[in-house]
């Protein structure tokens, strides 16, 4: 039986593109809902009813379920002054916790960097996907990312080689960004964390092979992530941080029919997951942070809905505070901002709260400063 005594473990999920918040967690019983979504918004007699006035998107019967069972907090309203609307410089922000400049450290790296100072395991924290997100890029600081644990998708032939070849991939490896980037320090970087990652290719060889579940889970990859991360996470490897996203969520047109299916297999995928972790009596010391970069603004475009600023994050967990956090943005047309809803919570609180009543640390010097930390922890 899993330990409350254990490290705390974050699982990080990343709607990526965009999650309509308006959809998501619907105001349906607000007439000014009806009127600015004529052609995507939710029919009332289809919704899942939170309480008399708010209500999850029918195809998020899993959050539902969570929620009911006090397991599921709610943050609404959730962003940051003056968004500017577009996916990479708001991603960027999120990322960084800097939002008045370009910042070059990921907030997630930062936490690992505290939870592990010496860098002494490589598996600290592990994203499942394609390349590295921002969030988890710190100098110094070694993540290992995954596209496949079956196959461990980067350099995946490499862990069978011997060591003197290693070493020539590694070189090779290292070389390649020679031409562009000069030798020296980065070219020490990239060879230093090619071998992070054949570290962390060898020791998750392991997590496999000690998995057993009757869970059987969606065909789908965020489905595919989350058993990875369960995986992983069952193994005992000492990880504290996952990372994975999910997505498009950028639904300018065919809303109805992405977003239904978009959420119908994270609803699944997190059925499974937490399936799962029941199943192996596990769970207690694990949240999961689900976050997007902003919503979508108020009034449909016909077929879709644009780029928003305020939005919507989830925190889910046996030990979370189920409920609903900061308060829902107002739709009444002269308090929005630029068609949007605006944002009344600082998404630095929300990690903050996180990195200090969950994980233990410090939250200033991650997040860069003291913002207001909510209860759901």
Not at 263 to 278: C, R
Request: with cysteine; charged share 20%.
């Amino acid at each position: 039986m899993a330990s409350t005594n254990q490290d705390p473990v974050v699982v990080v999920l990343q709607l990526s593109g965009a999650n309509d918040y308006l959809n998501s967690v619907i105001p349906y019983t607000n007439p000014l809902y009806k009127d600015n979504r004529p052609c995507v918004g939710v029919p009332e007699d289809q919704v899942l009813p939170i309480d008399d006035t708010l209500a999850f998107h029918p195809n998020m019967g899993t959050l539902k379920k969570l929620y009911d069972a006090g397991k599921l907090a709610i943050i609404h309203g959730i962003g940051y002054e003056n968004s500017p609307r577009s996916h990479f410089r708001s991603m960027d922000i999120w990322h960084t916790c800097e939002p008045d400049t370009v910042g070059t450290e990921g907030w997630v790296g930062r936490v690992i960097r505290d939870l592990d100072p010496k860098g002494e395991n490589v598996l600290k924290g592990v994203n499942f996907g394609v390349g590295l997100p921002r969030a988890m890029a710190v100098r110094g600081v070694p993540v290992t990312s995954v596209s496949d644990l079956e196959s461990y998708g980067v350099l995946s032939d490499v862990p069978s080689l011997a060591a003197q070849e290693k070493s020539q991939v590694l070189e090779r490896f290292a070389r390649m960004y020679a031409p562009a980037i000069g030798t020296g320090p980065v070219m020490d970087y990239l060879s230093r964390t090619g071998q992070d990652v054949l570290k962390g290719a060898d020791i998750l060889k392991i997590a496999p092979q000690k998995y057993a579940s009757t869970v059987k889970y969606p065909e789908s990859p965020i489905a595919k992530n989350l058993r990875n991360i369960a995986q992983v996470y069952l193994a005992d490897l000492g990880t504290q941080m996952f990372y994975t996203q999910h997505g498009s969520f950028d639904t300018h047109y065919s809303q109805v029919p992405a977003f239904n299916k978009l959420w119908t297999d994270v609803s699944a995928a997190l059925e499974s997951f937490y399936a799962d972790l029941h199943e192996h009596g596990a769970g207690d010391n694990l949240i999961m942070m689900v976050f997007t970069e902003f919503g979508r603004r108020v009034r449909d475009n016909g077929s879709g809905t644009d780029h928003g600023a305020g939005g919507v994050a989830f925190v889910i967990g046996n030990r979370v505070k189920g409920g609903m956090y900061s308060e829902y943005p107002s739709l009444k047309a002269e308090d929005l901002q630029q068609g949007d809803l605006a944002p009344n919570y600082d998404f630095r609180g929300f990690y903050s709260t996180v990195i200090e009543k969950w994980l233990g640390l410090d939250p200033k010097p991650i997040v860069g400063g003291t913002f207001e930390q909510l209860q759901f922890v």
